[in-house]
């Protein structure tokens, strides 16, 4: 936790760095096209363009680099504990707060190969720190044996692809709570601040739209193989209990929010306001439904 405290530090103070500095052109500028007479009279017109982009700061290349070292150690300890148990370490509040925290910022660390996405960084590192926290002082748990209707591959497949899906909603809503904050500023026409360095509304809603379709594929395929997995160990696909109710909701939501996006036009505001409607849902399902809420589901080993 201390060294992704310390990439969660640099993040934030890439942010401030980014806040200082003077905007830098992004779109591309189109050079002074040049005429070159060939043999036989033909012209032909050469046309070059320039593109300036910005370069990572020092600050955001150490937070990467701590973040790298913070997995490492966060995926060694996931390890240790999964070869304590047994068996793979998702059977409760505290080894699900181990794992999710770990694949969100694994998420994060592997999209970077396509998208540039360090702006989130302080976003990631924090939210992965407050997991680990509250799931280590508040719902640690001794080693215990694995609950008889968890003895099932269908628990390794039906927890991992929730928590892919969960990490793409996270990154969704973090795209989109950006977006708000700079369509707000460019409808104030600011120039400054760290979000003239982020992209504009428009590109983070689209990235914001990309990254959830792919999460809601991952929880179209939680509630499939949850499902399975209810047969297997209950007897019966669906028995509205709470956790499975919570589910459907999330995936109804964001159904919703691609459904409205793709078809009925909603841009701007509207959709990122549902992109975290459909984030916030999930954080109820994590932690109101886990703790507070009886059912099949109840394994939160505290």
């Given at each position: ?83 304590a148990n047994g068996y793979v370490p998702w059977s409760n509040m505290f080894e ?129 193989a949850g499902a399975i997995w209810a047969e297997r160990a209950w007897g019966r ?34 959709s990122a306001v549902l992109s975290l409607i459909g984030f916030g849902a999930v ?20």
């Amino acid at each position: 936790m201390a060294v992704y405290a310390l990439a969660f530090v640099f993040f934030t103070v890439d942010l401030a760095k980014r806040a200082s500095l003077a905007p830098e052109p992004v779109a591309a500028t189109a050079a002074t096209g040049q005429l070159t007479a060939a043999r036989g009279g033909t012209t032909t017109l050469e046309r070059t363009e320039t593109v300036t982009t910005r370069k990572r700061g020092r600050f955001e290349r150490a937070g990467f680099a701590l973040t790298v070292i913070a997995w490492l150690l966060h995926l060694g300890g996931a390890v240790l504990r999964g070869l304590a148990n047994g068996y793979v370490p998702w059977s409760n509040m505290f080894e699900f707060s181990l794992m999710m925290s770990l694949i969100v910022v694994l998420v994060f660390l592997v999209i970077q190969f396509w998208l540039d996405l360090g702006y989130l960084g302080a976003y990631i590192t924090g939210a992965a720190l407050i997991v680990l926290g509250i799931g280590t002082t508040n719902f640690y748990v001794d080693v215990t044996p694995l609950a008889v209707p968890l003895q099932s591959v269908w628990l390794v497949i039906h927890v991992f692809v929730a928590i892919l899906g969960t990490s793409f909603f996270a990154l969704g809503a973090g795209l989109s709570l950006l977006q708000l904050l700079q369509s707000r500023r460019e409808a104030s026409g600011k120039t400054d601040g760290f979000l003239s360095t982020v992209p504009d509304a428009d590109k983070l809603e689209t990235l914001a739209y990309r990254v959830i379709v792919i999460g809601f594929v991952f929880w179209t395929f939680t509630l499939i193989a949850g499902a399975i997995w209810a047969e297997r160990a209950w007897g019966r696909y669906w028995g509205w209990d709470t956790k499975e109710v919570w589910t459907f909701i999330i995936w109804t939501i964001y159904a919703g929010y691609i459904h409205a996006r793709a078809t009925r036009g909603w841009r701007g505001t509207r959709s990122a306001v549902l992109s975290l409607i459909g984030f916030g849902a999930v954080i109820f399902n994590y932690t109101v439904v886990n703790l507070f809420m009886k059912g099949l589901h109840a394994y939160s080993g505290l």
